[in-house]
C-alpha cells in the first residue's frame, strides 16, 4: 500500500473520580504520519481538561476546555461549561459553549425535559448565538424496550429561521420498516416517506424482514407460535405459525444474547435452554435453536388398595424411563410424559412396599388431563 508508513503518537492521561468531584485530564501528540482507522490526520497537538461538581439537591455542574493545534488548518480553543438539576417532575439542563479561537462565538441552550408515562416525553428548548435565538417545543413516542412498533415526534420552532412544523413517525414491523418526515419552514412544505426491508436466504427458507444489518439470525422453536423473542432484553418479534422468528440487526463477532419469553409457551412445555448466546459472522445468517419441547401431563389421586393416599414425596416411573410422578399431598400426583395407547405401569418404593399404579392412556393435547382417582396395587 502506497500509504504505509510510520507514525509517532504520545498520550498522557490522569483521572480522578469522587463522590462529590471528579477531574480528568489529557494531552496529545501526533506527528505527521500517524493515523489511526478512519482518521484523516492534521491535529499536532490535542489537550483536554474536563471537571464535575456534584452539588447534591442543587444538581451538577461541569467543564470542558478542548484545545487542538492543526498542522494545516487554524488551531482551535473551545470552552464547555453545564449545569443540570432536577427541577419537579422533570430535568433542566443549561449548556453554554465559548469559542475562543479562531474566532469568538458564544452559544447557550436552556433545555426542560418532562417524562411521561407510556415511554412518552415533553422538552422544551430555548437556543441563542451570535448569529440567531430560537424556541422549540417537542413531543415525542418512543418504543421503549422493544423495536417493534411505532414512534414518533412532533415539534415546533419560533424565533430566528424556525422550523415551524417538524415531524418525524417510524414504524417498524416484522416484514419491515416505514419511515415519514415532514417540515414547514421559510414557507416551503417538505416530506419524505420511505420503505425499507431485506429478504433472506437461510437453510433454504426464504423470508422478509426488517433492514438486516450485518448480521442476522433465524429462531427456531417448531411447534410453539406466537412466542415473544428478546434480543439484549429488547422485544425483537414473536415466532410465526411454524415457530420462527428472523431476526436482523445481530452484531458479527460478538456475542448477542437471546432468550424466550417463557410465559408464552404452554403449560406442557418443558425448557431445556431459554437462552442462547450465539457469534454470528460478518453478512452472514445463523440458526437459533431454542431447546423446548411439548411434554403431556396429567393429575391423578393415587392410593392405596384400600383407599389410603401414596405417601408424599413417593417417586414412581415406568419400566422404559418415558413417564414419571410425583407424589403430593392427599396421594395428588403430577404424571409426565406420554403413556402407549393401552396405558402403562408406573411403580414406585416406599421402604419394603412397592407400589404399582397402572396409568390409562391420554390424549396428549390436553394440557393438564385430569386422571381421577387411581388405585394403586402392592407388590
Not at 496529545?28 to 490526520?41: K, S
Amino acid at each position: 500500500d502506497e500509504d504505509e508508513g510510520t507514525g509517532v503518537l504520545g498520550e498522557l492521561d490522569y483521572e480522578y473520580i469522587g463522590r462529590r468531584f471528579s477531574v480528568s485530564a489529557r494531552t496529545r501528540y501526533a506527528d505527521r504520519d500517524f493515523r489511526q482507522f478512519g482518521d484523516t490526520g492534521g491535529t499536532r497537538r490535542s489537550d483536554q481538561l474536563a471537571l464535575g461538581l456534584q452539588l447534591g439537591s442543587f444538581g451538577h455542574l461541569g467543564l470542558l476546555l478542548v484545545n487542538q493545534e492543526l498542522y494545516d488548518a487554524e488551531d482551535t480553543l473551545t470552552v464547555n461549561g453545564n449545569y443540570s438539576l432536577r427541577l419537579g417532575p422533570g430535568s433542566l439542563i443549561v449548556n453554554a459553549a465559548r469559542l475562543f479561537e479562531p474566532d469568538e462565538e458564544l452559544a447557550v441552550t436552556v433545555t426542560y425535559s418532562l417524562p411521561l408515562s407510556g415511554n412518552r416525553s415533553l422538552s422544551t428548548r430555548f437556543e441563542t448565538t451570535d448569529r440567531r435565538t430560537r424556541g422549540r417545543a417537542q413531543f415525542r413516542q418512543a418504543r421503549g424496550s422493544t423495536d417493534l412498533g411505532l414512534d414518533y415526534r412532533i415539534a415546533g420552532e419560533l424565533g430566528d429561521d424556525p422550523r415551524y412544523v417538524d415531524a418525524r413517525a417510524g414504524y417498524q414491523g416484522r416484514y419491515g420498516a416505514l419511515n415519514g418526515d415532514l417540515e414547514v419552514q421559510d414557507g416551503e412544505v417538505n416530506g419524505r416517506l420511505g420503505v425499507d426491508g431485506s429478504l433472506t436466504l437461510i437453510d433454504g427458507r426464504v423470508a422478509a424482514t426488517r433492514r438486516i444489518g450485518r448480521a442476522f439470525g433465524l429462531v427456531e422453536l417448531p411447534g410453539f407460535p406466537g412466542v415473544r423473542v428478546y434480543l439484549e432484553n429488547r422485544e425483537v418479534g414473536r415466532t410465526d405459525d411454524d415457530g420462527l422468528l428472523l431476526i436482523p440487526g445481530l452484531r458479527p463477532y460478538e456475542v448477542n444474547r437471546l432468550r424466550i419469553e417463557l410465559a408464552d409457551l404452554p403449560l406442557g412445555a418443558v425448557v431445556t435452554r431459554g437462552e442462547v448466546e450465539t457469534v454470528p459472522y460478518d453478512r452472514a445468517g445463523i440458526r437459533i435453536p431454542f431447546e423446548v419441547r411439548l411434554e403431556a401431563r396429567a393429575l391423578a389421586r393415587l392410593v392405596g388398595p384400600s383407599g389410603e393416599p401414596l405417601p408424599a414425596g413417593l417417586q414412581l416411573a415406568d419400566r422404559e424411563g418415558r413417564m414419571s410422578a410425583l407424589v403430593g399431598r392427599d396421594g395428588l400426583a403430577e404424571i409426565t410424559g406420554q403413556p402407549p395407547e393401552a396405558g402403562t405401569d408406573l411403580l414406585g418404593r416406599a421402604g419394603d412396599v412397592l407400589y404399582r399404579c397402572p396409568i390409562p392412556g391420554y390424549d396428549s393435547q390436553n394440557l393438564l388431563a385430569d386422571l381421577g382417582e387411581r388405585r394403586c396395587i402392592r407388590d
